[in-house]
């Protein structure tokens, strides 16, 4: 490979790490504004050790990232092997992890979509209209149309709607081709009849719809994600094999 020629993939593979360090900062960034940040409509889910246990996840793979850029941007610099070895190494293990994980979350759709259905039920047995998290629930049930996480049934275990000598119901999931006179966006409503006018789709339907609606988006991202890393390992290695060696036995001995 001529000199130009490596000269053009050691200066394109710094770039590249660069802007895979920078990357690395927005993700470690966006862990810690899901676990720190209290008016992030995430809030519903911080009572689940799995989604803090995500929430360090993702700090985790966004150090990571920056430490694979520096060791990239360095290695493609200064044309050190042994780190072009050492990049190229570890971007084929986050290759594979991402194939595995990816792999493991579809297989256990089940076992998440029960994870969320007990995170959720809390969330609704402890409704509290002045409460940062349950204020954030509403914001979904208003905006996503559904109630409740598998259907309104789930808000029955409430003790406000149990004890209450009215018929109540979340206000947030009222439907509003169904309501009469002014909408709340939050709180309790009392219903005129025993059927609540409140949407029928549960919120996990609304967000499996959402998913599928937009398969082509995620989908998309997955593959341009794997397409960069390969680019990456391609650029590692060529500049590994063309990085030229020492030759210390032309040295002078004294």
Avoid at 164 to 169: H, K, M, P
Avoid at 197 to 211: I, K, M, Q, R
């Amino acid at each position: 490979m001529g000199k130009g020629c490596v000269t053009a993939i050691k200066y394109f593979l710094f770039l590249f790490n660069l802007i895979f360090f920078l990357l690395g900062a927005v993700i470690m960034g966006f862990g810690l504004w899901l676990l720190l940040d209290n008016q992030s409509f995430l809030l519903v889910l911080n009572d689940s050790i799995a989604v803090k246990a995500a929430c360090y996840i993702l700090i985790g793979v966004g150090t990571f990232s920056m430490l694979m850029g520096f060791i990239g941007c360095l290695g493609a610099i200064y044309e050190i092997r042994c780190l072009l070895g050492l990049y190229f190494t570890c971007l084929l293990l986050i290759l594979i992890a991402e194939i595995v994980a990816g792999t493991l979350i579809y297989f256990q759709k089940g076992a998440l979509n029960e994870e969320m259905s007990k995170i959720v039920s809390k969330v609704l047995d402890n409704y509290s209209e002045n409460s940062t998290t349950h204020q954030a629930w509403d914001f979904i049930q208003r905006n996503m149309e559904c109630c409740g996480w598998n259907g309104q049934g789930d808000w029955n275990k409430n003790p406000v709607i149990i004890n209450s000598s009215q018929l109540l119901f979340p206000c947030s999931c009222q439907n509003i081709s169904l309501a009469a006179g002014n909408v709340s966006e939050s709180g309790f409503c009392e219903a005129q009849t025993p059927d609540w006018p409140v949407y029928d789709t549960g919120c996990a339907v609304s967000v499996e719809n959402w998913l599928l609606t937009n398969i082509g988006v995620v989908l998309g991202i997955c593959i341009a994600i794997a397409f960069i890393e390969l680019l990456g390992m391609t650029l590692a290695i060529c500049l590994c094999k063309n990085v030229h060696r020492e030759d210390y036995t032309k040295v002078p001995k004294y």
